[in-house]
């Protein structure tokens, strides 16, 4: 993620704080000074809001290592205002898997709840939740509803909280993976009107919850489908085959044309039967005010690119078309080059999928029979 440092590694995992997580730390020191010109106040306002987060990275880790244990890494754990992010490589799609995973991260909370009480209770030292401040109180106690509060909020049944994923997990025992979604992004989306509703007269702070939840669930629904649609086909189904290429002594007049005349932004530029670079639009119209229209291709394309094998799966090279940051990826087959893949043409694919399914037969994505696929 951008905007964020690196603050620790744990178990082999990266730790990245986010630059707004410094604003939030800045804001409770300042005002807890400000209200009553104390640096102890603002000091044990830091203290608290980093310990929270320090157990909010536990959580995270909760997840991490139960991940680990099928096999599965993970990226890195982002620690942002709102929370922590554990980016895992993939979730489990085994439901049992998924249970364990999702589970794993509040079970966290619990453990650290049950042994902050046994510290507390036997010396009658526990508050009630009502004593929770950032600044004073018995800070132990906070701590044990900090965790509390961490195991209910997590546990809500709707994506993107982890009882999203227990429900989704324990209905996709029973269905298939992508009904299971639905019913579990339906029921997450029918909980975010509930907080809606209800935040609106009673505390703002949910309808941010509830927009959180709303997203959250209609983009993992979404992410599920598109996941299903492409599963089994290769990149070769989906890939433009009708394009245009450039040589490297072209002038880049010759890629403005192409511009005007067509859809493609991006153009493979080939010498001896083989790509060599990309011209891409935003490149070529970086350049264009200093170098005029007459400047060759080659000085103007990147030379460093990703290609993929017309063979591989549209899931996996999708997920690369996403991460590479670039717009397009040439198709090469033994050097050749034989297609182009955009975001936009795996959003037409889809789109034609979806109709495909309307018409022909409700579409059952199961390992033995691949979804249907437009002629080509
Ligand atoms: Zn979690």
Redesign the pocket.
């Given at each position: 993620m951008k905007w964020s440092w690196r603050i620790a590694r744990v178990a082999g995992i990266d730790v990245y704080l986010h630059a707004t997580f410094l604003i939030l730390l800045a804001w409770v020191g300042l005002s807890h000074y400000l209200a009553r010109h104390s640096l102890g106040d603002a000091a044990d306002g830091l203290l608290f809001i980093s310990t929270l987060f320090g157990i909010v990275v536990l959580?995270?880790l909760?997840?991490a290592l139960a991940a680990r244990r099928y096999g599965i890494r993970t990226r890195d754990i982002t620690l942002l205002p709102i929370g922590g992010v554990a980016r895992l490589e993939r979730m489990p799609e085994d439901p049992r898997q998924e249970l364990v995973v999702?589970l794993a991260?509040?079970a966290v909370n619990v453990v650290l709840a049950i042994l902050l009480l046994a510290l507390l209770v036997p010396a009658a030292a526990l508050r009630n939740f009502g004593d929770v401040q950032l600044v004073g109180g018995h800070f132990l106690s906070k701590l044990v509803w900090v965790n509390v509060a961490l195991v209910v909020f997590?546990l809500i049944p709707a994506f993107p909280?982890?009882g999203g994923r227990v429900l989704r997990a324990l209905l996709a025992m029973r269905m298939e993976y992508v009904r299971a979604t639905e019913i579990a992004a339906r029921i997450g989306q029918g909980l975010a009107l509930v907080f809606g509703a209800v935040g609106l007269f009673w505390n703002p702070f949910l309808i941010f919850i509830a927009l959180f939840v709303w997203m959250g669930a209609a983009g993992e629904a979404g992410m599920v489908q598109m996941k299903s649609a492409l599963g089994g086909i290769p990149i070769r189904q989906v890939m433009i085959t009708d394009y245009q290429t450039l040589s490297p002594q072209d002038p880049v007049s010759r890629a403005v044309e192409h511009i005007m005349a067509g859809f493609q932004q991006d153009f493979p530029v080939i010498a001896g039967g083989q790509v060599i670079g990309i011209l891409t639009r935003a490149d070529l119209m970086a350049e264009l005010a200093q170098r005029g229209l007459s400047a060759p291709v080659e000085e103007v394309m990147q030379r460093e690119f990703q290609t993929a094998d017309p063979a591989e799966m549209a899931e996996t090279v999708f997920a690369r078309l996403q991460q590479c940051n670039c717009h397009s990826l040439p198709v090469v087959q033994a050097g050749q080059l034989v297609g182009i893949l955009t975001a936009e043409n795996v959003g037409e694919f889809l789109m034609i999928q979806s109709a495909l399914s309307k018409t022909i037969q409700p579409k059952t994505a199961t390992a033995g029979t691949p979804p249907p696929v437009w002629p080509r």
């Open positions: 959580h995270e909760g997840h999702a991260g509040p997590n909280m982890d």
